[in-house]
């Protein structure tokens, strides 16, 4: 049973930073895909980042250049290192991940299948 656990979520200053991790566990093959989603109460869940598994990265026009996606394979585990953080930034960020095929748009809810139970995020002005 696939699992994904984030951390590192939390409460800090406009212009501050915080790095989320996203461990997973219970899976075989290659994950060809994993992304950073966030979601705030009555928007619908939005891409952030995201990577295949030849390191490939694509990120959502509002965190580029703030915002940076990696993983560690060994580790299985996926981070997102945010900087410059910005009270439009506070959300609730989830963990997603795609076994299988080959998809477009990196940064589409749909194109997942797997999800995290999230981590908060808030950043205070």
């Known amino acids: 049973q696939v699992q994904l656990v984030e951390s590192g979520g939390g409460s800090v200053q406009a212009g501050g930073s915080l790095r989320l991790s996203c461990a997973a566990s219970g899976y075989t093959g290659t994950l060809y895909y994993w992304a950073w989603f966030r979601q705030t109460p009555g928007k619908e869940r939005e891409g952030v980042a995201a990577v295949d598994s030849a390191g490939v990265t694509r990120y959502a026009d509002s965190v580029k250049g703030r915002f940076t996606i990696s993983k560690d394979n060994a580790k299985a585990t996926l981070y997102l290192q945010m900087n410059s953080l910005k009270p439009e930034d506070t959300a609730m960020y989830f963990c997603?991940?795609?076994?299988?095929?080959?998809?477009?748009?990196?940064?589409?809810?749909?194109?997942?299948?797997?999800w995290g139970q999230g981590t908060q995020v808030t950043v205070s002005s």
């Open positions: 997603a991940a795609r076994f299988v095929g080959w998809i477009e748009d990196y940064l589409m809810k749909r194109n997942y299948h797997y």
